[in-house]
């Protein structure tokens, strides 16, 4: 069974700094490009990083770009975003995603940004 | 960046009636173009890809229409689960997915 599973999450304060972990399962991980894509309460999807195949290509949000960084380990079949002075409206729930297997998406992890 | 607009942000729908939800896109698109639904605490379910071909398990009450900026889901006659909220997702200049902000469909 093709899995994506994100863990890392949780709460920190203003500043802080986060890593995501998505673990996949079930297809060849180093054959797909993936993404990151997070949900704030009650909004809608935002699209925030995507990694090639190899790892070479890394791609982001403007309103992450210099703060977050995604990486891959092809080895151990996981996806990585490293998130650095995190502010309040990066609260949301992070979803790991293939993107070349669209109905593919894990089932997210929460990261809270609060004092 | 390709904007996508969808329409409306909310539409209340009797059980068994038909329900229409627009997107459009600022730029062409072709057909790279998704349909998700998504219920309260869980991930979006993929409903529809490129533009029109329902995705593994979805029924054929979901149906999708559209090419270059203007793009159509149509759910032919609501159920009960179907009250949900839907995106719709453009993919053709990845990496940068780009979603619409939501239509909600809510029982009348």
């Known amino acids: 069974e093709v899995q994506l599973v994100e863990s890392g999450g949780g709460l920190v304060q203003p500043g802080g700094s986060l890593r995501l972990s998505c673990a996949a399962s079930?297809?060849?991980?180093?054959?797909?490009?993936m993404n990151w894509v997070r949900q704030a309460p009650g909004k809608g999807l935002e699209w925030v990083s995507g990694?090639?195949?190899?790892?070479?290509?890394?791609y982001y949000a403007d309103s992450v770009k210099g703060r977050f960084t995604i990486s891959r380990d092809n080895s151990k079949s996981t996806l990585y975003l490293q998130m650095n002075s995190l502010r309040a409206e990066d609260t949301a729930v992070y979803y790991c995603?293939?993107?070349?297997?669209?109905?593919?998406w894990g089932k997210g992890t929460t990261v809270t940004v609060s004092s | 960046e390709i904007v996508m607009t969808q329409s409306p942000a909310a539409l209340s729908v009797s059980p068994g009636e038909r329900a229409t939800l627009s997107c459009r896109a600022s730029?062409?698109?072709?057909?790279?173009l998704a349909w998700y639904q998504q219920k309260p605490g869980q991930a979006p379910r993929l409903l529809i890809y490129?533009?029109?071909t329902r995705a593994t398990g979805i029924p054929a009450r979901f149906s999708g229409s559209g090419s270059g900026t203007e793009f159509t889901l149509t759910i032919s006659s609501l159920q009960s689960e179907d009250f949900a909220v839907y995106y719709c997702?453009?993919?053709?200049?990845?990496?940068?997915?780009?979603f619409g902000q939501g239509t909600k469909v809510e029982i009348k």
């Open positions: 995603a293939i993107v070349q297997r669209l109905s593919v």
């Open positions: 079930g297809f060849t991980f180093s054959s797909y490009a």
């Open positions: 990694i090639s195949v190899s790892g070479d290509g890394r």
């Open positions: 730029q062409s698109v072709s057909s790279n």
């Open positions: 490129g533009a029109s």
């Open positions: 997702l453009q993919y053709n200049n990845w990496p940068q997915w780009t």
